[in-house]
């Protein structure tokens, strides 16, 4: 049982800040800070419009322009471009071509015909929703709080108990024409109503002015906060606790060994990317007596549904008697039930015109005692699906405490998710970049090399984990990519190759931010240059601890990862020249190289049998950018070779076949070919990129 009041929602209007702005401005910061709390709206979820006075670009009079969320977006980020704008004349009229509900859907070819000034922001489904409320301004928002009114049993009757006729009600209707015309007959018939809660979908809101529109929003989701803060107090929610959860780094572990199982099991035909999350909201769902029913129902609101998928996976596991061995070997039955359960939805469900049924794999997945896991095609959807399911658990968490809770009914659900213009959306996504879907984790990775490959990966799509011992390096180089890619994309894991228990540690938790392991590119190094003679043990030591000994453990840990998948893996050494051609004063790093090349030899000869492909990289001479020549070996290498520090390089570039420099980006580039596809057919080989040495000829 919580005892945690919920905070109420702030007013956050700014009438100073806003005066200053113009309509849309004005529309845009609404938008912003309604969707700055998730407890107002989900992500990409509700949309907000303004009907505004604008000069028509043909005729110079003023007209009437709805400004509306356009398709996709989300509101804390919407910007004016998010906008679709459309001629209310025009919206209008559509009413006359309206033939009825079973011709509903072809209204959505008519409304770029409405468009206003050539906007190419296409307009959404619920547009129809905003053009006929007759108010000028229009929130339509997803709380929490309201839909789990609206996904209770007595919806219609709680909301009059809470609301008065200040709030009204409508019975289920899927976002469309029809839906837009039934808000228009509402308003014109309650005209003293401020809102309306749609069953099982969530609140409309409406004002005479930007600032009173939003702020009834505000009060009406507080004035719910507050009733259910009063009805539930001292009750047990869903039923009770059922089982305690394990402490946080045990919850980690058992997530560990979990995702990569699930994700292989999974990824068949496409690569999935898992988020976790054991925060207090899903552990009170997934420990309490009530879990398994109400997870059954599945969710209620279109939004979640749609990203949820029609109900979760439950894991059976007692976190009293741990027993994580055996979860793993039930695993794969239990995706099979899975998938055959919603193939038999699906058959149950479809018309004579549905799109093929899609991955038939869970989006998410509950396990007592340790938390929640979901998976999809890239880490943003896996976390934001997560999101979503935190906000159908909230639902669940006051409806069932006040009434009877119910999700979306089978056939509307399957209506939703196979609707014919969801079908038409997908198909215009762009096609997946070559590593989309794939996670990589680069050792060294805030040096040049390394930060140059996740630049390369991450740029064809793939999650990078970088490792590295450089607190310093690591968190500029994680700002850095995070700015250019998005934070989804990138995780930084601070280990030292050298010591097993954090290396083991460090890929525990590249798994879990991430859900699995695809590709290694193993680059931690160091440089060293003594004559034999003044080569100490300590020298020796520190070269094979990282250049051998290092690669060898984080090859092992990755290896591990890739059996558990079972969908392949990709492993690449960044060794060196060195390795195949000596080198004066360097016999400890040559033959630390010269280890990791015949390591990465028999890994392929390991790896072959499960497509764990094994290949090498050579560099020479890579100045610029790299960490190992800001020390003492760039002073050393020009000592050997009697110049100086300026020298070096033209000399290198000199003793070259090509007369060329070599640079991070170059062997990023190889990198990044041995870790696609375009090289599937290669393993245990080596490519040199050193602009031509003949010593190191593999030949």
């Given at each position: ?7 109420r929602?702030?007013?956050l ?5 806003a005066?200053?702005?113009?309509e849309p401005?004005?529309?845009v ?13 989900n992500?990409?979820g ?5 009907k505004?006075m604008e ?8 007209v009437e ?7 996709g977006?989300?509101s804390?980020?919407i ?9 209310m ?21 008519y ?12 307009a959404?489904?619920d547009?129809?929703l905003?053009a006929?409320?007759p ?10 709080a ?7 049993k ?13 709030i009204?009600?409508?019975?289920w209707k ?5 839906l837009?015309?039934?808000l228009?007959?509402f308003?014109?018939?309650?005209p003293q109503a ?20 939003y702020?009834t929003?505000?009060?009406?989701i507080?004035q ?5 803060e ?11 606790e ?5 402490p946080?780094?045990?919850?980690r ?5 979990i995702?990569?199982?699930i994700r292989?099991l999974?990824?068949?035909d496409s ?11 899903v ?5 309490s ?6 997870a ?5 609101c ?5 990203r949820?998928?029609?109900r ?25 039930a ?5 193939t ?8 004579d015109?549905?799109p093929?049924?899609?991955d038939?794999?869970a989006?998410?997945?509950l ?16 976390r ?6 935190v ?19 089978e ?19 762009p ?18 090399i ?10 064809e799509?793939?999650?990078v984990?970088i ?10 180089a994680?700002?850095e990519?995070?700015?250019k890619?998005?934070r989804?994309f ?10 097993e ?11 879990v931010?991430f859900?699995?392991?695809?590709i290694?590119?193993s ?9 034999i003679?003044?080569t100490t ?8 601890d990282?250049?051998?000994t ?5 090859s ?6 890739f ?14 020249k060195?390795?195949?051609a000596?080198?004066?004063?360097a ?6 190289k010269?280890?990791?090349i ?28 790299s960490?190992?020549?800001a ?5 050393q ?9 300026d020298?070096?390089?033209?000399m ?7 007369k060329?420099s070599?640079?991070?980006?170059d062997?990023?580039?190889a ?10 057919k ?18």
């Amino acid at each position: 049982m919580s005892t945690k009041a919920p905070a109420r929602l702030a007013n956050l209007w700014d009438e100073a800040k806003a005066a200053s702005m113009t309509e849309p401005e004005r529309l845009v910061y609404r938008s912003n800070i309604l969707g700055s709390d998730k407890r107002v709206t989900n992500y990409g979820g509700g949309n907000t419009s303004s009907k505004i006075m604008e000069k028509d670009p043909l005729t110079g009079e003023q007209v009437e322009v709805l400004w509306v969320k356009g398709s996709g977006g989300d509101s804390a980020s919407i910007k004016l471009d998010g906008f679709s704008t459309l001629y209310m004349d025009k919206l209008r009229a559509l009413k006359g071509l309206y033939r009825g509900l079973e011709h509903e859907d072809e209204m959505v070819g008519y409304l770029p015909h409405a468009t206003f000034n050539l906007n190419p922001r296409a307009a959404s489904i619920d547009t129809p929703l905003h053009a006929y409320v007759p108010h000028p301004f229009v929130d339509h928002m997803h709380p929490d709080a309201i839909i789990a009114i609206a996904a209770s049993k007595d919806s219609k009757a709680l909301t009059q108990e809470i609301f008065g006729d200040q709030i009204g009600w409508l019975p289920w209707k899927r976002p469309g024409f029809e839906l837009g015309l039934w808000l228009e007959k509402f308003c014109l018939e309650h005209p003293q109503a401020k809102g309306v809660i749609l069953e099982s979908h969530g609140l409309f809101t409406w004002g005479d002015t930007p600032k009173e529109c939003y702020e009834t929003t505000i009060s009406v989701i507080n004035q719910a906060i507050e009733w259910f803060e009063k009805e539930t107090a001292g009750k047990a929610i869903f039923g009770g606790e059922a089982v305690k959860s394990l402490p946080a780094d045990e919850r980690r572990a058992v997530a560990a060994k979990i995702m990569p199982k699930i994700r292989g099991l999974i990824s068949e035909d496409s690569h999935k990317l898992g988020h976790f999350d054991d925060s207090p909201a899903v552990l009170e769902f997934v420990n309490s007596k009530n879990l398994r029913p109400l997870a059954a129902l599945g969710t209620s609101c279109p939004d979640h549904f749609l990203r949820t998928k029609i109900r979760p996976l439950v894991i059976e596991f007692d976190p009293a008697n741990p027993d994580v061995d055996a979860v793993v070997a039930r695993l794969a039955d239990d995706v099979a039930a899975y998938r055959a359960d919603y193939t038999a939805y699906y058959e149950r469900s479809k018309h004579d015109n549905s799109p093929a049924i899609r991955d038939p794999n869970a989006v998410v997945y509950l396990m007592p005692g340790v938390g929640m896991f979901t998976f999809a095609k890239d880490k943003a959807t896996a976390r934001i699906s997560g999101e979503f399911y935190v906000n159908a658990i909230n639902v669940m968490r006051g409806s069932s405490a006040v009434s009877t809770y119910q999700g979306l009914d089978e056939q509307e659900a399957f209506d939703i998710e196979y609707w014919l213009l969801e079908e038409a959306k997908l198909q215009r996504m762009p096609k997946p970049k070559a590593l989309a879907g794939q996670i990589a984790l680069i050792t060294g990775g805030a040096g040049g090399i390394g930060k140059a490959t996740a630049y390369r990966l991450m740029n064809e799509g793939a999650c990078v984990v970088i490792a590295d011992i450089d607190d310093a390096a690591l968190a500029a180089a994680t700002e850095e990519l995070g700015k250019k890619y998005g934070r989804d994309f990138v995780r930084p894991i601070k280990f030292d190759v050298t010591r097993e228990e954090e290396v083991l540690k460090g890929f525990a938790n590249a798994v879990v931010e991430f859900g699995g392991l695809d590709i290694l590119v193993s680059n931690a190094g160091l440089a060293s240059s003594a004559p034999i003679e003044e080569t100490t043990l300590a020298l020796w030591n520190k070269n094979m601890d990282i250049l051998a000994t290092g690669y060898f453990l984080v090859s092992r840990e990755a290896f591990k990862v890739f059996r558990a998948q079972k969908i392949g893996g990709n492993v690449v050494f960044v060794a060196s020249k060195n390795g195949l051609a000596a080198s004066p004063n360097a016999a400890a790093y040559c033959t630390a190289k010269a280890a990791e090349i015949h390591l990465a030899r028999c890994l392929a000869l390991e790896g072959a049998e499960a497509q764990i492909r094994v290949n090498v990289v050579n560099p020479d001479a890579v100045l610029r950018g790299s960490k190992i020549w800001a020390g003492e070996w760039l002073e050393q290498r020009a000592s050997t070779y009697k110049t100086d520090k300026d020298g070096l390089e033209e000399m290198y570039r000199q003793r070259s076949l090509l007369k060329r420099s070599v640079f991070p980006e170059d062997i990023a580039e190889a990198i990044y070919f041995l870790a696609s596809d375009m090289s599937a057919k290669s393993t245990g080989n080596i490519i040199n990129v050193d602009a031509g040495n003949a010593q190191s000829f593999t030949r």
